[in-house]
Every structure is written in C-alpha cells, then in structure tokens.
C-alpha cells in the first residue's frame, strides 16, 4: 500500500514539469520578439522620415523590456520556473554558436585569450583579495568574490560555495553585487568601445575578460555588434574553462585551514566542475571545419543561436531586480564595484596591448 502511494507515474510527472516551464518560456520569446520588432520599427521609422536615430540592437532592447518589467511590475511566481531557463538558452546559443567559428578560428584567437585570461586570472583574484580584506569583508565572502569576478560570475560562486562550505549569506551578497556589475556593465562597455573606436575583435576580447557573467558578456559583445559578440562568448568560454581548477585551488585552501572539506580527487572534482557546454562548442565547430554543414544548415544553426541568446537577454532583463539588490545592502557592492573597476582598465591595457601586437 505504502509503495503504491510513494510512487507517481512518469508519464504524468514529466509534463507537469514542462507545464511548469511554460509561462516563463513563453515571456522569454515574447520580450525577445518584441526586442526584435522594437529594433526593426525604429530603423524603419527612421528611414520613413529621413532621421539618423541610433542604431539600438534587439539585444539591448529585449534586456530593457526585462528590466522594465521586473523593476515594475514584477514577476509573479508562475512565470519564475521558465525565467530560470534562460541559463540553458545562454548554453544553447554558445554550443549552436560553434558552427560560425573554424576551429582555425578558435585557435588562433584561444591562444590569444588564453594567454589574456591567465593575466585576467592572476590580477582579478589579487585586486579582489586586497581590497575584501580593505574593507574587513569576510574571508569566504572575499573569497566568492575573487572566484565570481574571475571566474563566471554567479555561477563560479555557486559552483565555489559548497566547495569551501561558505555561508548562504556570503554567497547572496556575492551574487547581488556581482548581478549589479553584471548590469552596469551591459551599458558601459559598449560606449566606452566605442568612444575609444575600438575593433570588433579587441572590444569582444575585452568584454569576454571583462564582464563576470556569460550572459552579460555575450550581450554587451552584441550590443556592440554581432562579430564582437561571437569574439566575447569565445574568450568568455575560455574563461569559464578555468572554474575547475580555480575553485579546486580554494576548495584545497581552505580544507588546509579546517575550514572545508578535503578533496579526495582533484580530477574529479575538476570534470565535476568543468562547464561542459565549452565541449559542446567545440564540437559542433570541428563538424562545421570539416564541411559537414551545408550552407543552408549553417545559416539555420546561426538563427537558432540568435534565437537562443534572445531568449538569454530577455531573461538576464527579467532576472535583475534592482530592488532586491538594494536590500543586499552596499559595502560587498563598494568592494565589488572597486574591484571592477581596476579590473576593467587593466583588462583594457591588456587588449589595447594584444590588438596593437597582434594586429586585431
């Protein structure tokens, strides 16, 4: 009898939690779409009367429609559930993405980026260290810190947090203010590329170094065009191969200090943390070098990606309540914005650099 009860039938468990998924899903399409038609009926507008408006992408239109609604109306807890897949679309869209890069491509600009992210590694972890212990933060909020603002931003810090056993309160304020960077510099990045008239490929390379989270920085690389869009998933993409290793680097820290739990298998762990989607990308890039796609599949898999990242902006819009930041309270917001800030000119010294050797 006690069997019969506990068990639920799979044929009804699975759609319920599709159904579940539904109403979010659809609000993702509709601001994308609606991001879409917005940038569309403003270039015809403008061509219609003969005026120069600003060219405004879909992308920043669809994080705006987002944001509007999330600071004013509000979310219900229906739509919430398929919000939260805006993180799979992010995911989709980078993997799909794969087929417009050769991997002649993802080498050549990976060996850049890789030598780049090395650098990024070293001095956003030191900034972000000395500045915490400045402002007498809490060594394991520091610590989620250096590893988000490093790293990938909220999910480097979920990925830190039950590795060295942080506590929920370190993690949610090191997520608000990295969620508060994450949107500033949605807007500030891609005026200040071009007010310093920088190149597709050097402002991609910057937002990718730059900005914490995926899904900003492809979203600041396409805001400012769809060739630095590709260029800042790449190196954010390398970036985000290096989460394994550096949480495993403070997971060892703070087990040496008593203060975690003692890593039986660093190969494992590293797999475990590793952002597999990155091999995904791969993939469908050495199937495209290899001539397996022809050009109609090509151009499909590219609308598809723009559709994935479409319904991703839409979500990073819906996900950024500037109200619930505020209540976070200010002083990890003061250490992050700091932080960033001496992140974000020496990310800029180091492109300005690279694009000046190697000719970007």
């Not at 559930?81 to 991997?103: Q, S």
């Not at 008239?197 to 170094?209: T, V």
Request: aromatic share 10%; glycine share 8%; proline share 3%.
């Amino acid at each position: 009898m006690s069997e019969a009860i506990a068990i639920e039938p799979l044929p009804l468990a699975i759609p319920r939690r599709v159904l579940r998924l539904l109403p979010g899903v659809a609000l993702l399409v509709a601001l994308g779409y609606a991001g879409k038609l917005a940038e569309q009926l403003l270039r015809d507008y403008g061509k219609a009367h003969h005026l120069a408006l600003p060219q405004i992408e879909y992308v920043l239109w669809a994080i705006v429609f987002g944001l509007i609604v999330a600071n004013t109306v509000g979310v219900p807890q229906i739509f919430k559930p398929g919000i939260a897949t805006y993180d799979f679309w992010l995911k989709a869209g980078i993997v799909l993405l794969g087929a417009r890069f050769l991997l002649g491509d993802v080498l050549k600009l990976g060996r850049i980026s890789l030598l780049l992210v090395g650098i990024e590694l070293v001095v956003a972890i030191a900034i972000m260290t000395v500045i915490g212990r400045w402002f007498r933060l809490k060594p394991k909020l520091t610590s989620l810190l250096a590893i988000g603002s490093s790293i990938c931003g909220v999910s480097a810090i979920i990925a830190a947090k039950g590795a060295i056993e942080a506590d929920d309160d370190d993690a949610t304020f090191a997520i608000a203010a990295i969620l508060a960077l994450g949107a500033f510099g949605l807007f500030a990045y891609p005026a200040i590329g071009h007010l310093l008239h920088m190149s597709d490929r050097s402002f991609g390379l910057w937002a990718g170094l730059a900005v914490d989270n995926t899904a900003e920085a492809a979203a600041a690389g396409a805001i400012f065009s769809d060739a630095a869009g590709k260029v800042a998933v790449l190196t954010k993409s390398t970036r985000n191969a290096m989460i394994g290793f550096v949480v495993l680097a403070y997971a060892l820290y703070w087990a040496s200090r008593g203060q975690a739990h003692e890593v039986k298998s660093k190969a494992a762990f590293v797999w475990q943390k590793f952002p597999k989607f990155v091999l995904g990308f791969l993939f469908v890039s050495a199937l495209a070098t290899a001539g397996a796609f022809q050009p109609q599949q090509m151009a499909s898999l590219a609308n598809l990606s723009r559709w994935a990242f479409l319904l991703t902006f839409a979500g990073v819009g819906l996900k950024t309540d500037f109200r619930e930041l505020k209540r976070q309270g200010l002083r990890p917001f003061v250490v992050g914005a700091l932080a960033e800030l001496s992140i974000t000119v020496v990310t800029l010294v180091l492109v300005l650099a690279a694009s000046a050797v190697f000719d970007l």
